[in-house]
């Protein structure tokens, strides 16, 4: 089984977006996460994951870490407005660390440097 942290300012984000009147987006990370316990399996993993949806940033001897826009449910949101989450993968550990949606204008490459210093935090 896959054992599923957060980063502690991944925490107040995605409070955040509840506030947005995201009601479902703890409920949508849930299933993003059975997902990723098949998809990412030490043992056995088996592609679930579009390809195309599923982004590498940057990767150690120990970790992966991977980009997604996550599909919020019952948002009515299309999926170019979908927020993108941060995580990492390291054996049958998945660590959740930031999320950013096209609203609030994010550059992708700053946030990917925020995901990086944040795994520090974890690992």
């Given at each position: 089984m896959m054992e599923f942290r957060y980063h502690?300012?991944?925490e107040k984000e995605i409070a955040v977006f509840e506030k947005r009147r995201l009601f479902h987006i703890r409920e949508s990370l849930a299933g993003f996460q059975k997902l990723c316990e098949i998809h990412f399996h030490p043992t056995s993993p088996e592609g679930r994951i579009n390809p195309g949806k599923l982004h590498?940033?940057?990767q150690n001897e120990t970790w992966t870490m991977w980009k997604i826009e996550?599909?919020?449910?019952?948002s009515g949101l299309r999926p170019s407005q979908y927020p993108r989450i941060w995580f990492v993968v390291s054996g049958a550990t998945i660590a959740f660390l930031c999320i950013a949606n096209h609203?609030?204008?994010?550059?992708?490459?700053?946030m990917d440097r925020l995901a990086l210093t944040r795994v520090s935090d974890l690992f």
């Open positions: 502690p300012a991944f590498r940033v940057t996550l599909a919020i449910i019952k609203i609030d204008n994010y550059n992708d490459a700053e």
